[in-house]
């Protein structure tokens, strides 16, 4: 019943979103098209359900060959691979939008675990990739709104970000869903979306650990 009432808050929701937002994404379209490289969307092949794989849409807020630069696939805190209208695509989260376009289509949910490349996808350990994507992967989650600021923490790490990735943030993200998959309704899916509204406004706010009193605590 979770399943079916899940997908049909997506759509509507979507859907609604799509046409609430539409006045807001043509002003970003043409904004994007005649500032940085002039590209609009950003498309890349992402893990989704049962780990089979799918393209992802996001607005452009990096430069093109932003992969072959610099820390490749992980962006950090005031990266300048990342155009000055990106940044405020970025930090607004606005540059998730398009998303919605693969929530209707059926490929990822409003909530669940966020879907990543597949070098992203390596750095979990085999238990993990074995089941984070039993669900859709979302356009926010539980990991989203608790690694926020996640940017900020690899730049501040002593390590070399993909080896701090794969050794603190990939374990804990894989916790985090997974205790999502256990705790999975409609209601943690409706608080996980105002908290993710919440976060946007007060970065630094520590309420989820309020609501959820049972979930892992970020190292």
Request: hydrophobic share 45%; charged share 20%.
């Amino acid at each position: 019943m979770y399943k079916y009432s899940k997908r049909f808050i997506d759509i509507t929701i979507a859907a609604l979103v799509l046409i609430v937002c539409l006045p807001l994404l043509l002003p970003i379209v043409l904004l994007l098209k005649i500032t940085g490289e002039g590209h609009i969307f950003y498309f890349q092949k992402r893990v989704g359900y049962k780990n089979t794989y799918f393209s992802i849409w996001k607005f452009a807020t990096m430069l093109k060959d932003s992969p072959n630069m610099k820390s490749g696939t992980i962006t950090l805190k005031n990266d300048t691979r990342v155009t000055p209208v990106g940044r405020f695509l970025r930090k607004t989260k606005l540059n998730e939008v398009p998303q919605i376009i693969n929530v209707l289509k059926g490929d990822m949910s409003l909530v669940g675990p966020r879907p990543v490349d597949e070098k992203a996808f390596n750095m979990y350990a085999q238990d993990i990739k074995d089941t984070i994507y039993n669900v859709k992967p979302g356009i926010t989650g539980v990991g989203s709104i608790v690694f926020r600021d996640e940017e900020s923490i690899i730049s501040s790490a002593q390590t070399a970000p993909h080896v701090f990735m794969e050794d603190v943030i990939a374990p804990h993200k894989g916790e985090l869903e997974l205790w999502y998959q256990q705790h999975a309704s409609i209601r943690t899916d409706i608080l996980l979306i105002l908290l993710t509204a919440w976060v946007i406004f007060f970065p630094k706010s520590k309420l989820h650990y309020k609501i959820f009193k049972t979930l892992p605590r970020r190292i």
